[in-house]
């Protein structure tokens, strides 16, 4: 089945830094990547996702890229504020059907 | 945040007792979801469902069960055979097979063990 390996388990930054988030995943019939952002106590929600057509989509201050044939995909957020602090989980599905998610990572940005 | 419910919050159970987390849509999604949470362990799948009376073992099935015998309508069982059922369990719903669709979770429920 589907291995999806997210790194970095924490991340520390400045507000106005940038944050990178990236993962990996090993089933190449995968082509769709969400990425959700979960804050404390309360239900994943979806802030972008991409296709395996596509090697990068943006929105507004988050991007995504896709890099198929090294079978990894990064969540980049720019100008980061402390409202982006949250738990991000990216995940991958398509051969199966069933999402395959990372283990997270807490971006915590400091004022 | 309409559209999938989960009942109750937070619950608590004692040792060697069943019980039973709800999880209802009505965002007329064929595929339902049931995932466990752990701090540093992402989202595990517990069970899915891609049509009614039809699901399937996730990864971490063992002292879980599940019906669907309703289209909007996915409860959990957590069993006196799950021996650490403490997390928090969210429930997602996706509309088709196909696997471009978003996932909807709900607001989860926090089970205890006392």
């Known amino acids: 089945g589907e291995n999806v390996e997210q790194h970095p388990s924490t991340l520390s930054v400045q507000e106005g830094d940038s944050a990178v988030i990236k993962c990996t995943y090993s089933?190449?019939?995968?082509?769709?990547f969400p990425w959700y952002k979960q804050e404390l106590g309360k239900r994943p929600q979806l802030i972008i996702d991409?296709?395996?057509?596509?090697g990068e989509k943006k929105d507004q201050r988050i991007a995504v890229t896709l890099n198929k044939t090294a079978k990894h995909f990064s969540l980049h957020i720019t100008e980061t504020q402390p409202e982006d602090s949250a738990v991000y989980f990216c995940?991958?599905?398509?051969?199966?059907?069933?999402?395959?998610f990372g283990r997270g990572t807490s971006l915590i940005v400091h004022p | 945040d309409g559209g999938i419910t989960q009942s109750p919050k937070y619950l608590f159970r004692k040792e060697g007792q069943n019980v039973t987390l709800s999880c209802e849509q009505n965002?007329?999604?064929?595929?339902m979801y049931w995932y466990r949470q752990d701090p540093g362990q992402g989202l595990r799948l517990i069970y899915y469902?891609?049509?009614?009376?039809?699901?399937q073992k996730g990864d971490i099935a063992e002292g879980y069960s599940v019906s669907r015998e309703k289209k909007e309508s996915f409860p959990l069982t957590v069993t006196s055979a799950q021996k650490n059922p403490t997390a928090f369990y969210l429930c997602?719903?996706?509309?088709?097979?196909?696997?471009?669709?978003?996932?909807?979770f709900g607001p989860g429920t926090r089970l205890t063990v006392l």
């Open positions: 469902s891609q049509i009614v009376n039809d699901f």
């Open positions: 991409i296709r395996s057509n596509v």
């Open positions: 089933d190449s019939a995968s082509n769709y």
């Open positions: 965002l007329n999604h064929d595929a």
């Open positions: 995940a991958a599905s398509g051969g199966s059907y069933i999402p395959t």
């Open positions: 997602a719903s996706r509309i088709g097979r196909s696997s471009y669709n978003e996932q909807f």
